[in-house]
C-alpha cells in the first residue's frame, strides 16, 4: 500500500486531507478513561500537520443504536476527544456539528496549513452503514468537504469495516495508509507467516463462541494455547468439571471438548479460579481449585496457581499474542489474574502483541509500561478477523489502488 510517507514526500503543503481515525475511547461520563487510541493517532497527525496539511479527521464513538437527530445525545459527541487531541497537539482542534453538513463545510472551509478539525461522530450518519449505494452516496460527500484533497486510513480498529469512511472513500480520492495502520499490519503479518516459536497465544474474554473462529484457526499452528476469562469454564465443563454460577456456553461444549481432544498438548487451562457468591467488587469471594467451584458461585478471575502455570509457558516464548483479560479486570478483586499475566508477558524474552480492546486497556489499568511489550494493538476486532485469516476491506482496498 501507499503509505503516509509517500503522500508526504509528494507535497501537503496547503493540501486538504481527510484522515479516519479510530478515536472510539472508553468514557466514563463524558471524560476519558483511557486515551491510547488517541495517543496511537499522533505520529500520522503531526507528520501530515508538520508537513502543511489542512488536516479533517472523521471517527465514530459509541455503538449508535438510533443515529439521528445528530447533537441531541451528548455521549455520541466526539467533544472530549476533540479536547484531549487539542491538548496533545497544543492546538485547538475545531469540532462540526454534523458529518456532511453546512456546518461540517464551514469547519473545512475554515482549515488553514497545520490546522486540524474533525467531523462529528460518523456513525450518527446512517449512510455510514447503510447500503453499498449509501455508502458510496456519504463517501462522495465527503470527498467534496476536501476538494483537491487525499485520504489516510489510520483507524485499524475498523478496517474490518465495510462503511463508507473506510473503504468507499478510497475509492473517491488517492488513499494511504498511515502510520498506525502500515505497523498493525506489518506486526500482524509477522504473526500469521513465519513467527519465530515457540509461539504462545493466550486468549481470555466472555465467550468460546466469540473467539471459536481464531481458535480452530490457531490451534494447528501455535505451540501452546492458555485460556483465560469467562471462556475457560465452557472449557471446564468439557473436561467434566461443575462450574457452579460461572457463565457458560451449553451449546459450545461439545465443540470445546473435540478441541481438547485433537489439541491436548496445546490447550492449557486455569488451575485454580477467583469465584465469588454475587457479580459485585463486594462480594464474598474464595480462591479454589477448578474442580471446587461451590455450588452456585461464579468464577471471575484466574487464580494465583493459574498465573503461575501461565507464566512458566511463556518463561522461553519467542512470540506471544495476547488477547482477552483474565477476569473482570474491571473490579479490584477480580483484577489480579489480568495483572498478573501482563507481567508475565512483559517479563517474557519473547516479542509480544497485545490484541487491542480489553487487553489493552487492563495494561493501562495495571499501570505497566507500554514499551515493555513489543507491540500493543489499537484494534481487537480486526486483530482477531486477521488471525482468523480474514481479507479486511479497509486493508485491501488500499492495497488495490498501489
Same mark, same amino acid.
Given at each position: 500500500m501507499k503509505t503516509v510517507d509517500d503522500l508526504v514526500a509528494e507535497g501537503v503543503q496547503?493540501?486538504?486531507?481527510?484522515? !479516519?481515525?479510530?478515536?472510539n475511547v472508553p468514557l466514563d461520563g463524558y471524560s476519558i478513561t483511557d486515551d491510547g487510541r488517541i495517543r496511537a493517532a499522533l505520529p500520522t497527525i503531526t507528520k501530515l500537520l508538520g508537513a502543511g496539511a489542512k488536516l479533517l479527521v472523521t471517527a465514530h464513538l459509541g455503538r449508535i443504536k438510533d443515529?439521528?437527530?445528530?447533537? %441531541?445525545?451528548?455521549?455520541? &459527541?466526539?467533544? #472530549?476527544?476533540?479536547? %484531549?487531541?487539542?491538548?496533545? /497537539?497544543?492546538?485547538?482542534?475545531s469540532l462540526a456539528e454534523d458529518v456532511v453538513g453546512q456546518s461540517a463545510r464551514d469547519v473545512a472551509g475554515a482549515l488553514t496549513a497545520g490546522g486540524v478539525a474533525m467531523l462529528a461522530n460518523v456513525r450518527c450518519e446512517p449512510r455510514e452503514t447503510g447500503s453499498a449505494s449509501e455508502r458510496d452516496a456519504l463517501a462522495a460527500e465527503l470527498a467534496e468537504l476536501v476538494p483537491g484533497g487525499a485520504f489516510v486510513s489510520d483507524g485499524f480498529g475498523v478496517v474490518h469495516r465495510e462503511q463508507a469512511s473506510v473503504y468507499e472513500i478510497a475509492h473517491k480520492l488517492p488513499a494511504y495508509g498511515g502510520d498506525l495502520v502500515a505497523r498493525e499490519? *506489518?506486526? /500482524?503479518?509477522?504473526?500469521?507467516? =513465519?513467527?519465530?516459536r515457540p509461539y504462545v497465544v493466550i486468549l481470555g474474554g466472555s465467550k468460546v463462541s466469540d473467539k471459536l473462529a481464531v481458535l480452530t484457526n490457531l490451534l494447528p499452528t501455535v505451540d501452546t494455547l492458555l485460556v483465560g476469562g469467562a471462556m475457560c469454564f465452557t472449557f471446564l465443563a468439557a473436561e467434566g468439571h461443575d462450574v457452579g454460577g460461572s457463565k457458560l456456553e451449553?451449546?459450545?461444549?461439545?465443540?470445546? %471438548?473435540?478441541?481438547?481432544?485433537?489439541? #491436548?498438548?496445546?490447550?492449557v487451562l486455569p488451575a485454580d479460579v477467583?469465584?465469588?457468591?454475587?457479580?459485585?467488587?463486594?462480594? =464474598?469471594? %474464595?480462591?479454589?481449585?477448578?474442580?471446587e467451584i461451590p455450588e452456585g458461585w461464579m468464577g471471575l478471575d484466574v487464580g494465583p496457581e493459574t498465573v503461575r502455570l501461565f507464566g512458566e509457558k511463556l518463561t522461553d516464548a519467542a512470540t506471544v499474542f495476547w488477547n482477552g483479560p483474565m477476569g473482570v479486570f474491571e473490579m479490584e478483586p477480580f483484577a489480579a489474574g489480568t495483572t498478573g499475566v501482563a507481567e508475565a508477558v512483559a517479563d517474557s524474552p519473547a516479542f509480544s502483541?497485545?490484541?487491542?480492546? =480489553?487487553?489493552?486497556?487492563?495494561? !493501562?489499568?495495571?499501570? /505497566? =509500561?507500554?514499551?515493555? @511489550?513489543?507491540?500493543?494493538?489499537?484494534?481487537?476486532?480486526? &486483530?482477531? *478477523? @486477521?488471525?482468523?485469516?480474514?481479507?479486511? #476491506?479497509?486493508?485491501?482496498?488500499?492495497?488495490?489502488?498501489?
Open positions: 496547503d493540501r486538504y486531507v481527510l484522515l !479516519r481515525a479510530d478515536f443515529p439521528e437527530p445528530l447533537g %441531541r445525545d451528548k455521549r455520541s &459527541s466526539l467533544a #472530549p476527544v476533540a479536547g %484531549r487531541l487539542g491538548q496533545l /497537539l497544543d492546538q485547538r482542534v499490519t *506489518e506486526v /500482524l503479518r509477522r504473526l500469521t507467516g =513465519d513467527p519465530a451449553s451449546d459450545q461444549i461439545e465443540t470445546c %471438548r473435540d478441541l481438547l481432544s485433537r489439541y #491436548p498438548d496445546t490447550l477467583v469465584v465469588a457468591d454475587a457479580f459485585a467488587a463486594d462480594a =464474598d469471594t %474464595r480462591t479454589v481449585p477448578v474442580n502483541v497485545i490484541g487491542g480492546g =480489553d487487553s489493552a486497556s487492563a495494561i !493501562r489499568a495495571a499501570g /505497566l =509500561d507500554e514499551e515493555r @511489550f513489543g507491540h500493543i494493538s489499537t484494534g481487537g476486532g480486526a &486483530s482477531l *478477523e @486477521f488471525l482468523e485469516g480474514k481479507d479486511l #476491506p479497509g486493508i485491501a482496498v488500499l492495497e488495490e489502488g498501489s
